[in-house]
């Protein structure tokens, strides 16, 4: 859990360097700061389960297994990327994977999170979805037909809420007349629960393992809200006017990647030979993943007319 | 005269509105604490207070409508939709309630609300976030679209909106905020249904809307080197449409293309192609020709997205296919 | 074994060909590598070779039929082999297919969408038509001025994309047309004639203008387009333009002189060429004789607006153009010789602007390269004249009672007597002459 936290971290810094270098374009937002929800709630998932995100989906890609050189090849627009270089940052898929996809419209994915839980539940099999979503996306009215849906057919959805505090640029207070989001679901008969140690990836897992239980005893959906903080802006053009540095400081001592390496040294389970070992290969990784996508040609353009229609 | 950017020129139409009656208020997202995604409404928040620059949840149907509600009540909202690609989430707010809410009601009722949204792609936004929608709504009686090139029409124009009793689309485009351009001192308003002649010339009739006005300008300075002459109009509104304009350039010009930067096929262009064929037939010296966006979902990739989007390139050389 | 002689294809944009002349007949022996004819494309004519020796057994294609490229025009066989039994093969429509589309190269096609052409419409456009479409506006035109669009159709060849007879292309006609017929639907048409006081000693009858427009033009048939504009225009100008002519011999030994000085503080591709000193001579000349900067209309005697001079131009293929160098007047001697040499190289290669094609302005052709003394033009209607210069030579000639060697050139007006007299033409090929041989005048 420690490298792929580590990888997600560094991935993502080389990207915004990239990004500078003008070899990334378009939208780019970070995950930095979140990254044990991502490896707490994915590394407890079977392989036959699904994910479907939002557009900050490079930390749900990796955690998942995704290949770190395809995912920085998307970021470069390159046809070695996962979705071939035509989807980009926001939009990273392996079906293979069971990765439907980062979708960029807020709202958009949870429709079709229901419809796979949908298809998994008619055809018998006890797989679950997982469903990301950020604390913007609850006011969006899929929100809401969602929850409503999943629950009326008692379908395996686990809704997992990254409340990082802010839709883009908007506080959680600003724009939920309830910000104990987690307690919409009781409207929808949901189960929920709130887990405040969202730096915290023992806690992270511990508590999606609570809700994959329930969910795989056909109770139906599940849903799990993590606290978490957005280290970096909202995307590589927010200049962040709307939040003080006083405010971000406390959550830069909660980097998730310090806590559980100093928890790893001080019981023992690790070295700090070991941790240096896991950097040095880490870095080696993105840096192959780096040359990859340097290296990758960009898609041809007769590939412009590909993959429209089956 | 002064220089103005697209951007500040909006902001200078929006300050006027909002110092102008008490009653109108600009509702968003991020369009306050944030400073609009796209920078416009940068400060309102801090000059104007949170009463009447809102921040609203991530709810376009919700808070449009509620902008809509608002109207109807007699209040002169600005709801700006952060691009137009979420104004789908919207959709059915304008066209089923915005739009037809005076029809249906007798009368009774208008709507005078102004919807600012952002189209166009141009900036590795991929697929869902590089759309030029606005030739939808076009479509859609009962409401009015508007689609200024410059800073000096950006101004006029959203005077216009403001002051109109009927809801209006006031649609920017992402890649215009930074140009800039002169801007007259003098109060002075666009009336709707106004096409500009941005460029007089005698061989051939280039009609453009919103940023491929600059692309159809810049096509005319290519096709200066080939001996020829082009005029280009902007049609600064496409409902209601100012069809005259082009009819007069077409029957002088006899060749005609349009440009623009969504899906050719189905496209706004057609539309404008089938008012030449119907009013000016007989003044073609050969087809009416289109240019317009390559009809795939915007890819991510730079190449590919520039394939994808018409360039003075392409519409100089489909003029020249007329010769 | 028998061997088919095919219409070949010359070149990537040829649909079809004419046999122009067989060099052999039927019976003929025949050697491979042999010239056996020669075919004429709408860019060139080119010498068709054998690919086999034997005998000339059957010509299937007479001279001057245009068939498609690819057809069967004739066989050889070996000697007393047996001539097998051909079919000759059908003549290609008139107005051919249409030119290879020109559309931008930018993004690559796509592969058949479902919203690609209808097929019927795809199959319209490769049959070919069995007379040339006429744009809405041309057709418009062509009504208004009481013309029919199957006249138009038979009398005018289209410059447009595809063929397509544009508004230029029938306001050219139309105004050759006008200047070729004594059109009586024009009014001041009898007046000109003044038959109630006809000159002294004039003896000259007015002949009663023919009922039609159409004078008695043949253009042969099979004529490739270039080629039946040129027979169209020419016949026209020798019909209905009364021609007289001037020579001038022009001493060029200091223009020459003054070239070759140019020349060398120019790039290789920017030199000025003998041509380019004409140009500008004539163009300098007609800014103080603006009587020959006109075209004769039937509406009048019409001044140019600008100073226009055209050149002929050979194209590859053994056609001519003479497109237009509008408003050169005050162009200087450099940027005349660019634009000359832009216009020849796009005229070649069938770039011409609209502006252009119409071939308005006072014209010179140049033999010069040719080597040859002098020859005369005929004016391209409705220009007033043409001037026909042939190559710089060596010559002796007298100078205050001696021999001496100079670089003469002659220089031949012809010019369009409704519009001007021989005095008028003399004086005004005096005054190139006088430019040419103080060149420092081309320089102002």
């Known amino acids: 859990m420690l490298r792929t936290m580590k990888l997600i971290r560094r991935f993502e810094e080389r990207s915004a360097e990239h990004y500078g270098r003008g070899n990334i374009g378009g939208f780019l937002h970070l995950y930095i700061g979140e990254e044990a929800v991502a490896v707490g709630v994915i590394s407890p998932l079977r392989d036959d389960d699904k994910i479907v995100t939002h557009y900050r989906d490079h930390g749900h890609a990796l955690a998942r297994g995704m290949d770190t050189a395809a995912c920085m090849a998307e970021l470069f627009g390159k046809s070695t990327g996962v979705s071939g270089g035509k989807g980009g940052s926001m939009h990273f898929f392996d079906v293979e994977k069971g990765f439907m996809g980062g979708h960029a419209i807020v709202g958009g994915q949870l429709p079709l999170a229901v419809g796979l839980a949908f298809a998994n539940r008619y055809r018998g099999e006890d797989s679950l979805v997982v469903c990301f979503l950020g604390d913007g996306a609850v006011n969006e009215g899929e929100f809401h037909e969602s929850m409503n849906l999943a629950s009326l057919w008692k379908l395996p959805v686990l809704f997992l809420l990254e409340n990082n505090g802010f839709g883009m640029g908007t506080r959680v207070e600003r724009a939920s007349a309830q910000p104990i989001i987690h307690r919409l679901a009781d409207r929808h008969n949901v189960r929920s629960h709130r887990e405040e140690n969202g730096q915290d990836v023992f806690a992270v897992r511990q508590a999606t393992l609570d809700a994959i239980e329930y969910i795989r005893d056909g109770n139906g959906p599940y849903f799990l809200e993590v606290m978490t903080y957005r280290f970096r802006g909202h995307s590589m053009a927010d200049p962040i006017e709307y939040r003080q540095q006083h405010e971000v400081e406390p959550w830069l001592d909660l980097d998730p990647i310090k806590l559980l390496s100093d928890r790893l040294l001080e019981n023992n389970l690790t070295t700090e030979d ?20 340097l290296d990758s040609p960009f898609p041809t353009p007769d590939e412009l007319y590909t993959d429209i229609y089956a | ?229 082009a005029e280009v109009i902007d049609l600064r509104s496409l409902l209601p449409l100012d069809t005259q304009t082009f009819i007069d350039s077409v029957h002088k010009t006899n060749r005609a293309v349009v440009v623009e930067e969504t899906w050719e096929f189905g496209g706004f262009a057609g539309e404008i192609i089938a008012q030449i064929n119907e009013k000016a037939f007989d003044s073609l010296d050969g087809p009416a020709l289109r240019v317009g966006g390559v009809n795939v979902p915007t890819p991510y990739s730079r190449p590919l997205e520039l394939l994808t989007i018409p360039t003075p390139e392409m519409v100089a050389d489909k003029v020249r296919s007329l010769f | 074994m028998a061997s088919d002689v095919i219409m070949p294809q010359m070149g990537f944009d040829m649909t079809e060909g004419m046999v122009v002349r067989w060099l052999k007949h039927e019976g003929d022996a025949v050697t491979r590598g042999e010239t056996i004819a020669e075919i004429e494309t709408d860019k060139a004519t080119v010498e068709l070779e054998a690919y086999e020796s034997g005998v000339m057994a059957r010509i299937l294609v007479p001279e ?49 969408p479902v919203e690609a052409a209808a097929p019927a419409e795809t199959a319209r456009e490769e049959t070919p038509s069995a007379s040339a479409p006429v744009t809405p506006v041309a057709r418009r035109i062509a009504e208004q001025a009481g013309v029919s669009v199957a006249e138009v159709q038979a009398n005018v060849t289209g410059t447009g994309p595809r063929g397509r007879i544009t508004r230029g292309d029938i306001e050219v006609w139309l105004e050759t047309r006008g200047a070729a017929a004594s059109e009586p639907v024009i009014p001041q048409a009898p007046a000109q004639v003044e038959p109630t006081a006809p000159e002294p000693g004039d003896g000259i009858t007015v002949a009663e203008p023919p009922a039609s427009g159409q004078v008695g033009i043949v253009v042969p048939a099979g004529l490739p387009p270039m080629r039946q504009a040129i027979a169209r225009r020419m016949s026209l100008s020798k019909l209905t333009a009364p021609h007289y002519y001037v020579t001038v011999e022009i001493d060029m030994t200091r223009a020459v002189q003054m070239r070759a000085e140019i020349n060398e503080e120019l790039d290789a591709e920017n030199r000025v060429t003998v041509n380019d000193l004409v140009i500008k001579a004539v163009a300098t000349a007609l800014r103080s004789h603006l009587h020959f900067n006109v075209t004769v209309q039937a509406e009048g005697i019409i001044p140019n607006p600008t100073i226009d001079v055209s050149i002929a131009v050979a194209t590859d293929g053994g056609g001519l153009i003479a497109p237009s ?119 102002l």
């Not at chain 2, 697929?127 to 689609?147: D, F, I, M, N």
């Not at chain 2, 101004?155 to 002051?163: E, F, I, K, N, P």
């Open chain 1, 274 to 293: 070991e941790v240096g070992a896991i950097d040095e290969d880490v870095e080696n990784e993105v840096n192959e993943a780096i040359q990859f996508a």
């Open chain 2, 1 to 229: 005269m002064a220089q103005l950017t697209y951007r500040e020129a909006i902001r200078a139409g929006l300050e006027e509105a909002l110092q102008s009656n008490p009653e109108t208020f600009i509702m968003g997202e991020d369009v306050g604490a944030y400073g609009g995604s796209y920078a416009v409404t940068k400060g309102f928040m801090e000059e104007y207070g949170e009463e009447r620059i809102i921040d609203t949840p991530i709810a376009e149907s919700g808070f449009v409508g509620t902008g809509i509600g608002a109207a109807i009540a007699g209040m002169s909202p600005i709801v700006e939709i952060m691009t137009i690609n979420f104004s789908l989430l919207a959709m059915d707010q304008i066209v089923h309630i915005a739009a037809k809410a005076r029809y249906m009601s007798g009368g009774q009722i208008s709507v005078p609300i102004v919807i600012r949204t952002v189209s166009g792609g141009g900036n590795m936004l991929a697929a869902t976030h590089s759309q030029s929608l606005e030739a939808w709504y076009a479509r859609v009686p009962g409401l009015k679209v508007v689609t200024p090139s410059n800073a000096a029409d950006a101004l006029g124009l959203l005077r216009t909106a403001v002051a109109d009793p009927n809801p209006v689309m006031y649609v920017e485009h992402s890649l215009l905020y930074g140009s800039r351009s002169e801007v007259p001192d003098e109060h002075y308003t666009i009336p709707f249904g106004s096409a500009r002649v941005a460029r007089g010339g005698t061989d051939v009739s280039i009609i453009a809307y919103l940023r491929m006005v600059p692309v159809a300008l810049q096509a005319a300075e290519l096709l200066e080197e080939d001996g020829i002459d």
């Open chain 3, 325 to 443: 160098m509008p408003d050169v007047g005050d162009a200087s001697l450099i940027e005349t010789a660019a634009r000359s040499r832009d216009l020849s190289r796009r005229a070649r290669e069938g770039r011409l602007r609209p502006n252009e094609v119409s071939g308005v302005g006072f014209a010179v052709s140049n033999l010069g390269m040719y080597d040859v003394k002098d020859f005369v033009a005929i004016i391209t209607p409705p220009n007033a004249g043409a001037i026909a210069v042939g190559s710089v030579q060596s010559t002796p000639v007298a100078r205050d009672g001696q021999v001496v060697v100079a670089e003469m050139m002659s220089a031949t007006l012809s010019a369009d007597h409704r519009a001007t007299d021989g005095a008028e033409g003399a004086r005004f090929m005096n005054e190139i002459r006088r430019i040419l041989e103080r060149p420092s005048l081309l320089l």
């Open chain 3, 64 to 112: 001057g039929v245009m068939v498609p490229v690819g057809e069967t025009i004739g066989l050889i066989t070996a000697p007393g082999e047996d001539i097998p039994d051909v079919a000759a093969p059908t003549p290609s429509p008139r107005a051919a297919a249409p030119p290879a589309d020109s559309t931008p190269p930018t993004p690559p096609a796509p592969p058949e």
